[in-house]
């Protein structure tokens, strides 16, 4: 096969670009993983704080920050790597842009208290380095011999098409960390083959950044490294290689040493030493032998489990076993490389306890099994070139319909919030006394397993689009003080809250009657309070009803023809009683419909506020409930994960159910994704049709 080494002229930068912009395209616009968070708050503290202490703010029922550890100061650290953070800080910058704007200050009390430009921005990060990722692998192809158009195709194709792909979206650390190693692997071998030591600081730089990105786990890729560089010597004499060896490490070791210095640096300040990582314990429960059991079930989950099988996230890999007579003598370091990092992490994963009898193998609810994704840059390096060497038979009815299957297992895990495939799930279930979590039987068990679980929640959610987006020919919103749809049979009821706020944003003057019905629902048989509640229309009482518990009773009101232009109608709803606080968890009242002109209006749209500091500085938004009655951090935040919940998760889909973030920007902002995508994607196409 033709050998092109060297790319066209400005092609990595236009596959770059139209990688990370399509990754950027898919984007949820919100940080979804707890480590996330954990990585961005402390990008935050070193911006703003010049610190990595983890915030202290405290609320009444817990706060955020679960994974801490206290530091040798008697403070409160992350057991994180730096390496994310500091890929995160772009994020802040941004977020500082918009603060600076609104002249408001940080949200001291982060991630509850929250606003959405740095976790826009934040959930864009992984784009950057699925970009860099799918760069590395065409880099890597071209260096093996494939030619450039196959390397392109390749390299896009083996990301979409594997368990990385959903990483590119998650704001978890595990991208970043493989991407850098395979550009340790990449220029390991430049320097080998090339014979030009420079490769090898390149090598050292790369293997710098795994070591800081994520935690003590940088340590199961040295048998890998190791098994490399030793294999593309693979011939020579020992005494050959004892010189270029040691003047390999000792150039290896400057590119390591400013990264082995800040982390170093890093770690002491946090726990008084480089040895301390805040891992101390599963570091030396590694290096124990453990029970049989662990070792079956953690083998198990990660190879064979409907839910984290790497094979079913990854099916390409299964190429590997299928047509291993036809792997190439040329491709064998590469081989070795990948099986021996994918071993180690085999083993040290999938024996690994979090606590008594806490196995740790599925990675929680993350999508695939999140802890090998590490090892898939390298295999899947190794499954590239060996599809280039199949026929043609081969590919159509083996590599095709498995890239296919890897594609629509990633998709599902992208579409929609990979976190609510255990909706409805208990957290525990108990056999002979022994606690199962739902990450471990929700992965083993396959009626829950995730590709199940999760196309279903994907038809329902198709199923239910039109209601979602249907705001009829007043274009009804239930814009403040509304709980989630709550579907009831063919129904949809909507819970009023104290003060609730409807919006009509289409021809408000032809509006001449209003009928809403009202249902006080009972929820424990002991409550029976009766409710109020009245509707207004610029601040004038128009209709009010008393309801009793278990009763339902109809608001009316009726206007001449442009008498009153009702564009906001507010309802306040109370019970009578002196303990309304409390009877919120016996009693419920619920929005049952709402009729205009004597029509029935869809109440299943989802609209609320963000309630965003910069927002409401900029553009001088007020708030009728949440952020004005309703301020407690806890609320606010169940109330965004109605969103976040029951749309689909992209970052353009999801802002747009905020009324008061400026849908200009958003437009704007996906307008030059958009450009950046379809711009690049020209460039490189024409280069593949132009070059072989």
Excluded at 13 to 33: P, W
Excluded at 139 to 161: I, P, T, Y
Aim: hydrophobic share 45%; with cysteine.
């Amino acid at each position: 096969m033709i050998n092109h080494a060297q790319p066209p002229k400005n092609f990595l930068m236009m596959l770059f670009l139209f990688a990370a912009s399509l990754f950027m395209l898919i984007s949820s616009g919100f940080v979804d993983s707890q480590d996330g968070f954990q990585y961005l708050t402390i990008a935050r503290r070193m911006y703003y704080d010049q610190t990595f202490e983890m915030p202290t703010a405290l609320f009444p029922d817990g706060n955020l920050h679960m994974s801490l550890v206290k530091g040798s100061d008697e403070k409160v650290y992350s057991p994180t790597g730096l390496g994310y953070s500091l890929s995160l800080i772009p994020a802040v910058i941004v977020e500082d842009l918009f603060l600076s704007a609104a002249d408001t200050p940080p949200l001291a009390a982060f991630p509850l208290q929250n606003d959405w430009p740095v976790l826009l921005f934040a959930s864009m990060t992984n784009a950057f380095w699925g970009g860099l990722l799918v760069v590395g692998l065409y880099r890597f192809l071209m260096e093996l011999g494939v030619s450039h158009k196959a390397s392109a195709v390749l390299s896009l194709a083996l990301v979409v098409s594997s368990n990385l792909l959903p990483y590119t979206k998650h704001t978890f650390a595990q991208l970043m960390f493989a991407t850098c190693l395979l550009y340790a692997f990449l220029y390991i071998r430049k320097s080998v083959i090339g014979q030009q030591k420079k490769y090898m600081i390149l090598a050292g730089i790369w293997f710098g950044l795994v070591m800081i990105s994520y935690n003590p786990t940088f340590l199961f890729t040295l048998p890998g490294l190791g098994v490399y560089y030793l294999a593309l010597q693979w011939g020579k004499s020992l005494r050959s290689r004892i010189g270029p060896f040691i003047t390999d490490i000792l150039y290896a070791g400057i590119g390591v040493l400013p990264f082995g210095v800040l982390y170093w640096w890093f770690n002491s300040v946090r726990f008084g030493g480089v040895g301390e990582a805040g891992y101390s314990g599963g570091v030396a429960q590694g290096l124990s032998f453990p029970p049989i059991y662990v070792i079956i079930e953690g083998f198990w989950g990660l190879l064979l489990s409907p839910g984290k099988s790497i094979f079913l996230h990854s099916p390409l890999l299964l190429l590997l076993l299928i047509f291993w007579f036809k792997i190439p003598k040329k491709i064998i370091p590469e081989l070795w490389a990948g099986a021996v990092t994918f071993a180690v992490y085999l083993w040290f994963i999938g024996t690994l306890l979090g606590g008594p009898d806490y196995l740790v193998w599925h990675g929680e609810s993350s999508w695939g099994p999140r802890y090998l994704v590490p090892t898939l840059p390298v295999l899947l390096v190794v499954v590239g070139y060996l599809i280039t060497h199949l026929k043609e038979s081969e590919r159509r009815f083996v590599v095709y319909p498995l890239a296919t299957i890897g594609f629509g297992i990633a998709m599902l895990g992208i579409v929609l919030p990979y976190q609510i495939r255990f909706a409805g799930l208990q957290t525990d279930a108990f056999i002979n006394g022994r606690n199962f979590n739902v990450y471990e039987y929700g992965n083993e068990i396959p009626r829950y397993a995730p590709f199940f679980k999760q196309s279903k929640q994907t038809a329902r959610r198709l199923i239910d689009l039109p209601q979602l987006y249907d705001r009829g020919e007043y274009g009804l919103k239930l814009r403040d003080g509304f709980g989630e749809p709550y579907h009831v049979g063919d129904a949809t009821w909507r819970g009023v809250l104290d003060r609730a706020e409807i919006a009509f944003t289409n021809n408000p003057q032809h509006i001449r009657s209003l009928e809403l019905d009202v249902f006080n629902y009972q929820i424990v048989p002991e409550s029976s309070q009766s409710a109020r509640v009245s509707v207004l229309i610029d601040e004038m009482e128009v209709a009010t009803a008393t309801i009793a518990a278990n009763t339902q009773e109809t608001l009316r009101f009726e206007s001449e023809a442009g008498e009153v232009s009702p564009f906001l109608i507010h309802l306040m709803s109370g019970f009578e009683s002196s303990g309304s606080a409390e009877l919120k968890k016996r009693q419920v009242i619920f929005l049952q419909d709402l009729r205009v002109n004597s029509s029935s209006q869809n109440i299943a749209s989802i609209d609320y506020p963000y309630v965003s500091p910069v927002s409401k500085e900029l553009y001088d938004t007020n708030y009728y409930y949440w952020g004005e009655f309703e301020t407690d951090p806890w609320s606010l935040w169940h109330m965004h994960s109605i969103v976040f919940e029951q749309t689909f998760d992209f970052w353009w889909i999801k802002l747009r159910h905020y009324w008061d973030i400026p849908q200009d920007f958003v437009t704007a902002l996906l307008v030059t994704n958009l450009a950046v995508l379809s711009g690049s994607g020209v460039l490189v196409a024409r280069s593949l049709i132009n070059r072989p």
